[in-house]
């Protein structure tokens, strides 16, 4: 059965990165719900106006306008998914698990890491908006200063990367989001990772888990 990939966690957690390297270990394809709805924003479509402020704000979109979107990018006959940031509801959790994959092996793998740690790592993180590689000013600086080291991309800080901004995305966390773990948990398909573990160990323990799943 194919296997179909959710990355869970608080934002910082380290999803993204992880991401970056599935895709090119297991030819997954990177779904993130975040750079979607960026991707709208940028492109300045009625849509991407409507929904500019609240992602500004660290507030989540509405379920339909998620599904909407999620939908479009969806081919689940063809492809395998690595989705990040998506389920961040008990609702968007069981459209995904109950209808969307119901047909398929669902990993779900939690990023486990004390959300007090995150918002130094969220202030300091760049982005390259073509590539979507991550670095961090103080641990993982890109090399070439403005431009990314893989794509020559121009490096920037996302708009909801601030302090204010992080306090509330932390809040939505905690009260919305974290309760999806016992939904997962209850249907059997949760792996944690201590995600302030290094980068490598953690590869490490999700190629575990997905080469025995
Ligand atoms: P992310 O890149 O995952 O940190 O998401 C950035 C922002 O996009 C969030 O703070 C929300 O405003 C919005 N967003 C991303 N994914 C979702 C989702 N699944 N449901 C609702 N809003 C979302």
Known sequence: MKKQVILFGAPGSGKGSQAKYLVKEYGFKHLSTGDILRAEVKKGTDLGVRIAGRIEKGELVSDEIILE???ANLDLDNNSYIFDGYPRNLSQAQILCEKLLANYNVIAIYFDIDVSVLTKRIVNRLVCPDCQAI???ISHPPKLGAVCDYCHG???QRADDNEETVVSRMKIFQEVTSP???FFKEKGTLHTMN??????NIRERIK???DNV
């Open 69 to 71: 979107l999620l939908q």
């Open 135 to 137: 670095y961090n000013r």
């Open 154 to 156: 121009q490096i920037y």
């Open 180 to 182: 999806v773990l016992d």
């Open 195 to 200: 995600a302030a573990d290094d980068f490598d």
């Open 208 to 210: 575990k888990v997905l």
